[in-house]
Nanobody, 110 residues
Framework: HVQLVESGGGSVQAGGSLSLTCVVS????????MGWFRQAPGKAREGVAL???????RYADSVKGRFTISRDNAKNTLYLQLNSLKTEDTAMYYC?????RGPGTQVTVS
């Protein structure tokens, strides 16, 4: 039974930071590609960041230089560090792997 659970969201002022965590269960080993996406009310889903098994990363242009994705395979955990937050970063943030996603964690920037 695969399960992804995000945490770490919250409300911050513009310019602030948040650290998101996604704990993955149901895998013996969480190698392979994992990522984060977000969706704001009335807006299309947006891919935010990906991390591959070799540690390479890709970011949406809108977050490049401000967000950092990382992983700890030993802990079955994916991370997203959000710095220099902007009001347009307000959205529900989801982690994803192999077609699965978590329930999301809300990030609100005012």
């Amino acid at each position: 039974h695969v399960q992804l659970v995000e945490s770490g969201g919250g409300s911050v002022q513009a310019g602030g930071s948040l650290s998101l965590t996604c704990v993955v269960s149901g895998y013996t080993y969480i190698g392979g590609c994992m990522g984060w996406f977000r969706q704001a009310p009335g807006k299309a889903r947006e891919g935010v960041a990906l991390i591959y098994s070799d540690g390479s990363t890709r970011y949406a242009d809108s977050v490049k230089g401000r967000f950092t994705i990382s992983r700890d395979n030993a802990k079955n955990t994916l991370y997203l560090q959000l710095n220099s937050l902007k009001t347009e970063d307000t959205a529900m943030y989801y982690c994803k792997k192999d077609g699965y996603r978590g329930p999301g964690t809300q990030v609100t920037v005012s």
